[in-house]
């Protein structure tokens, strides 16, 4: 496994990899659910690279940047048991230089939801990934279901901006007791850890009234509230029901594919989940 760091390294080691070429952007500090998109690229690429790079521009101003947790030995050492060929852990002074000003912005899917709590946020994260895109040029990209609004901005600007590449999106790692692995579930102290499973038990307390026959939007969203109101240490930013595609909220009925999804806080840490549902109605995997 090789490690670069500035944009002419990344672009000499890439030269000479094995075609198709899988990227896994992370941020780092890595679990079990960046392990399963860089095992998805493994098995559907010849060369697997993956990038590391806590990317300030994503970040507001009262966010986490400073503490979010970082260990590139440890990290390092496991892509190097995945066999990844390439690893790439650019400085914010090289991503970033002085007089840096070209952004990219997507504009309606980034709207709501994460985008509407979080000013700025995607517009840092597609930024980032177009760099990303424009200097590895992979043939697929690979993003967690865990960051849903994430996946669909990534995918409007691969189409709108023309990046010859597939993007995959594959399905959230989850803890035994159901937590979505994150980072950021790291600043969580034991009895935090212990609530932080209301945000799988209201989304499945949400699934389980549809499964049962609810398709009233406001009903599905009452649901996910309350249960996310029922702990004492959980204070709820924003519970949704949206279309899976245009991510605008559903008003009256669910009919087609459904994002259930929500921004959790416990403690200080803010949480992020959501689950699809409708998806019988569709051929599998889309
Ligand atoms: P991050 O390091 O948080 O920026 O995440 C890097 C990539 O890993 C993103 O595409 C995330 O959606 C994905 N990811 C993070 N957590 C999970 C998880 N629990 N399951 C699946 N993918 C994840």
Redo the contacts with the bound molecule.
């Keep these: 496994m090789e490690t670069v760091k500035t944009i002419s390294e990344l672009r000499a080691a890439r030269l000479i990899l094995p075609q198709p070429v899988g990227l896994?952007?992370?941020?780092?500090?890595?679990?079990?659910?960046?392990l399963?998109?860089v095992r998805a690229a493994r098995s559907e690429c010849a060369s697997v690279v993956v990038s590391?790079f806590v990317?300030p521009t994503q970040f507001g101003p009262t966010e986490d940047l400073a503490s979010y947790p970082r260990d590139l030995l440890r990290d390092l050492q496991l892509l190097e048991k995945e066999g990844v060929n390439l690893v790439w852990s650019p400085d914010v002074e090289d991503m970033y230089p002085p007089g840096f000003q070209t952004w990219v912005t997507v504009e309606g899917v980034a709207r709501p939801l994460e985008g509407s709590m979080r000013p700025g946020h995607f517009r840092g994260v597609a930024t980032v990934v177009a760099k990303l895109f424009n200097a590895v040029q992979p043939q697929r990209a690979?993003?967690?279901?865990?960051?849903a609004q994430?996946?669909v901005v990534i995918r409007q600007m691969v189409r709108d901006l023309n990046f010859n590449l597939d993007v995959v999106?594959?399905?959230?790692?989850?803890e035994p007791d159901g937590l979505?692995?994150?980072?950021?579930n790291t600043y969580l102290n034991p009895e935090e850890r212990r609530a932080a499973t209301v945000l799988y038990r209201s989304l499945s307390a949400a699934r389980q009234a549809y499964q049962a026959g609810e398709r009233d939007a406001d009903r599905l969203r009452q649901i996910m509230a309350e249960t996310i109101q029922s702990e004492p240490l959980a204070r709820l930013q924003y519970v949704s029901c949206a279309d899976a595609d245009t991510l605008q909220e559903i008003t009256g009925i669910v009919s087609g594919r459904a994002l259930l999804s929500m921004a959790v806080f416990v403690g200080k840490t803010r949480l992020i989940d959501n689950f699809v549902i409708g998806e019988e109605n569709h051929a599998p995997g889309n």
Excluded: W
């Design positions: 896994v952007p992370t941020m780092g500090y890595l679990h079990e659910g960046h399963s998109l590391i990317n690979y993003f967690g279901q865990k960051d994430q996946a999106v594959c399905p959230i790692v989850r979505a692995m994150s980072s950021r």
